[in-house]
């Protein structure tokens, strides 16, 4: 975003970074604007509650770390300010933020990244003579930056691997400058897969990551960084549309996530609120600053900053094409500032990890980074809700390449070769998932912001093309008969289920049976098209199931539904609409009668309420149903001005659950606005749990909630649930399918499928043109009670389709499970062909959701050995497999992967 712009604004007090693409240079400004200098000290009591509120009446109590904060806070172990040279070093790390296509096209900033790293192997050679401390180095904020460079200066390599070894270039494994707590578990681990292949390739270690400029960090990403081999992370933000304002953590502790595992972090806030991520370039074109504020404010911080030597992240700020100007200008700052009489400090041209190291030392030697549990919350990961058909077509690409990529290494074990054949697609499918996670869904101007919205449109149709052919591909080499009268499906979960099937039925075909014995099914038109839906009951997991579509008519019998006006009812559930607004006012569970819409706030369930300076609720509202043997549905429509709904709210006669299927048609406006639908199911959101990326949240500030200070407590990026759990009553589970950010901040729990007020100076005002959208929700009804294995695996099988293919397979295929865990013990994340691996290897990552821990079984069909690895598939021990059970250790709410081989 342009910070000149929105600075007055927001930030008044404190220094900015021009973020303007036309800056050049060090010595054209440095991209530095003066700010405004606090004078006041806080009282160390205050500044002691801010930390650990309740600490000050007890300091001592029970903890060394409030033994070591009181210090802190009062001084007493203070060190003075200034020295000799060698009494402080500040490592002032070369890096660029890597905002992929910020105020740039992709071709200029894919070659400013390239032309930045080859001028910085310049300075490298330039300086290899010189004094330790003024050699050059170079972070690398995204390995998207390497990629750039190897593509444009091949020739190089070798020398860019050597540095690399040498320490002289310190790589961050991440892909992009991802949107962390936007992504899946699984969405996540494949930002990681470009740079893990350069790792393998080459022999590295890549165990260092910077993530430059994101104010978030969602408490799962502790356990799937330490997964991934990562020991450090890095975040220099900055404190633009978010509350990391209200951060009290030390600047550098031991983050710990759900499972245990833990990463060491430099969160450091009073930098990034400084100078954001531009800190080494501020203070070298500002010495003063150094003396006169940064030593002082470390010094001061006693026992929680035992060291003398600081890290100051960032020289280059956001990438443009005149980076690579800059390289020569920073290289020679340094130098000057140590030529230098009575400097107070040595300036270290450096990298994060020579900085890790060090406090690895101190802390090996004498520990004292405290331990921090918890989550920092979501922030810039809801801007894509601004190109909302494009998050609505990723969410559902992934799910298809999680499909078809399983499906590739079922069919691998009949045909090989399948999986050296379909490597590059897949690889580019990994690549386009992965870069749909970087921030920059905004843009410095309308031209700009098309310009993302086009790539992320195209990455995100690429990934589903991806996958449709991968599944073309696998389905042939499993032997597939394609033809209109049988019906395949393939389920890609881990675990047994019901599946509502819908397909196209020929002509003459009438409706379906399996083995040879008529099931239920209801026939329809969807348009011109004759369709047929039918449950395919019991799917074995991942594995496979046929029907023939038969010219015998279903089972003759009377719907098990009811219908009035407004009103619908089933086998497990009663509902009925506001005729005036289109929510639902009244839902019955049958079972327990319970109510579960929780009245009085003004809100019904799924009721549409849009804002654009002024609320306004559906009119002209009409409902009608249409009733079948297998489900029973309620078309509610409406609209607000020239916006159309349409609400297809659907009961089943054999499943426990409720859908939403919610079609809008939207003429683009560029007016500020958010449409929200809204889900008024508990009292408070201490009743509410939500997953994200690896952890499962109470969404409120410990201790009742997950949330540290500095998180917002208003608004997440939602993965597959969120859960209702009020006191006494069944609980609810609902998940979402295409919609992904959650409001806690307009009443009742909402999402907002569509909107643009997240960060609306700067994303696309329009929606980039779309007029259609489609938005589905489920829910189910489940004892009281938390159970987080039952939430997890319902909305699994709530949101991930069936595969389903017109043909026969060979019978050998059929009704057999290929992989198979304990739904009440754990998840398979992803069942995929071994990265870079000989054919006919599979690696299956599963995610621990009992929370118990322990030795987890998977039966699996066609493999003879297995070896545990880590989240990034590096070779870990053996695992013994004995007659198709392999047991696969995994952590309380941990990660763990496996790699199965077969015979070939």
């Known amino acids: 975003m342009n910070e000149n712009m929105l600075t007055r604004d927001l930030h008044p007090a404190r220094m900015t970074t021009d973020r303007s693409p036309s800056r050049s240079g060090p010595e054209q400004g440095w991209a530095f604007s003066p700010r405004a200098r606090e004078g006041r000290q806080r009282e160390p009591a205050r500044r002691l509650r801010r930390w650990y509120p309740g600490a000050a009446r007890a300091p001592f109590a029970g903890s060394w770390l409030l033994a070591a904060l009181w210090l802190w806070a009062t001084g007493a172990a203070a060190a003075p300010a200034r020295g000799d040279a060698n009494t402080w070093r500040i490592i002032i790390a070369n890096d660029t933020c890597p905002d992929v296509t910020w105020g740039f096209t992709e071709e200029q900033t894919r070659q400013a990244f390239a032309d930045l790293i080859a001028a910085h192997l310049d300075e490298m050679n330039r300086t290899d003579s010189g004094p330790s401390e003024s050699r050059d180095h170079y972070n690398l904020s995204a390995f998207i930056e390497a990629e750039a460079f190897l593509e444009r200066y091949p020739e190089r390599q070798e020398e860019f691997v050597r540095r690399v070894r040498e320490g002289r270039i310190c790589v961050s494994p991440f892909l992009c400058n991802s949107l962390w707590g936007f992504q899946s578990v699984e969405g996540v681990l494949r930002a990681f897969y470009p740079a893990r292949r350069f790792e393998r390739m080459h022999g590295l270690v890549l165990d260092m990551a910077a993530h430059i400029e994101l104010p978030s960090l969602p408490w799962g990403l502790a356990t799937i960084l330490a997964g991934c081999g990562v020991r450090w992370t890095s975040v220099p933000f900055l404190d633009y549309d978010c509350t990391f304002g209200r951060l009290r953590n030390p600047p550098l502790f031991r983050w710990v996530g759900p499972d245990g595992a833990e990463v060491r972090v430099l969160l450091d806030a009073w930098a990034s609120r400084q100078a954001n991520y531009s800190q080494g370039a501020s203070l070298l074109k500002e010495p003063a600053w150094l003396e006169q504020e940064w030593l002082p404010h470390y010094a001061q911080l006693g026992a929680v900053y035992p060291l003398r030597v600081l890290f100051a992240s960032g020289t280059h700020s ?440 997240q960060n609306w100076k700067e994303v696309t005002p329009d929606q980039d043109g779309v007029r259609q959208f489609q938005f589905r929700y489920s829910l189910r009804v489940r004892p009281p009670g938390y159970d987080n294995a039952a939430a997890l695996a319902w909305s699994r099988s709530a949101t991930m389709p069936a595969v389903i293919v017109a043909g026969q397979l060979p019978k050998k295929w059929l009704d057999r499970v290929g992989l198979e865990v304990d739904p009440t013990r754990a998840l398979v994340t992803c069942f995929k062909p071994v990265d870079g691996a000989p054919s006919g290897q599979a690696l299956v990552r599963c995610w621990e959701t009992r929370g118990a821990g322990g030795p987890v079984p998977l039966r699996v069909r066609g493999y003879l050995r297995a070896r545990r690895t880590d989240l990034l598939e590096r070779e870990r021990e053996p695992l013994e497999l004995h007659q198709g059970e392999v047991n696969l250790p995994l952590r309380p709410h941990g990660f763990g992967a496996v790699r199965l081989e077969s015979a070939e």
């Not at 079922?410 to 999986?419: F, H, K, V």
């Not at 009663?574 to 289109?582: C, E, F, I, K």
């Not at 409406?638 to 006669?653: D, K, Q, V």
């Not at 952890?695 to 407590?713: K, N, S």
């Open 318 to 757: 956001d990438i443009n094409p005149a980076s690579a100007r800059q390289a020569r200008g920073f290289v020679e700052a340094i130098s000057r500032y140590n030529a230098g009489a009575n400097r107070p400090a040595r300036l270290v041209n450096g990298t994060l990890a020579q900085f890790c190291q060090e406090v690895d030392v101190l802390e090996r030697a004498s520990p004292f980074l405290p331990v921090l549990r918890g989550c920092f919350g979501h922030s810039w990961e809801l801007w894509p809700v601004s190109l909302a058909k494009t998050v609505a077509a990723l969410r559902e690409n992934e799910r298809a390449f999680l499909a078809a990529e399983s499906l590739v290494a079922i069919a691998a074990q009949a045909q090989p070769s399948l999986g050296a054949q379909t490597r590059a697609e897949r690889e580019r499918a990994e690549w386009y998932w992965a870069m749909l996670s970087d921030h920059a869904w905004n843009g410095t101007d309308l031209t700009n912001q098309r310009h993302n919205a086009g790539l992320r449109c195209r990455w995100a149709h690429g990934l589903g093309e991806i996958s449709a052919h991968l599944t073309v591909l696998a389905w042939q080499a499993l032997g597939l008969e394609t033809g209109p009268g049988h019906v395949s499906v393939f389920n890609p979960l881990s675990f047994s289920r019901d599946v509502v099937v819908t397909c196209h039925l020929p002509a003459g075909a009438r409706g379906v049976e399996a083995d040879g014995r008529r099931i239920q099914a209801e026939v329809f038109l969807e348009g011109a098209d004759r369709q047929i839906r039918f449950v395919a009951e019991r799917l074995p997991a991942f594995g496979f199931r046929q029907f023939k579509l038969s010219e015998q008519p279903p089972m003759p019998m009377a719907p098990p539904f009811a219908a009035g006006s407004n009103t619908l009812e089933g086998p497990f559930y009663r509902l009925a609409v506001d005729p005036q607004n289109g929510g639902i006012t009244s839902l019955v569970h049958k079972a327990s009668s319970q109510e579960l819409v929780m009245g009085g706030k003004g809100r019904s369930l799924c009721q549409t309420v849009f804002f654009d300076g002024k609320e306004q609720q559906l009119s002209a509202v009409d409902c009608r149903a249409q009733l079948g043997a297998v489900s029973g549905q309620l078309h509610v429509t409406g609209r607000i001005g020239e916006i159309r709904f349409t609400n297809i709210i659907s009961l089943y006669a054999t499943l426990d659950r409720v859908d939403f299927d919610v079609r809008i048609e939207k003429p683009p406006t560029a007016k500020e606005q958010r449409l929200l639908q809204f889900f008024p199911l508990a009292d408070s959101a201490a009743e509410l749990r939500i997953e994200t990326p690896g952890a499962v949240l109470r969404p409120c500030p410990q201790p009742e909630g997950d949330l540290l200070p500095g998180a917002d407590p208003r608004r997440f990026a939602v993965q597959g649930f969120i859960d209702f759990a009020p006191a006494g009553r069944v609980g609810v589970t609902v998940a979402p399918r295409e919609a992904f950010l959650l409001r806690l901040d307009q009443g009742p729990p909402a999402f907002e499928p569509i909107g643009n007020d």
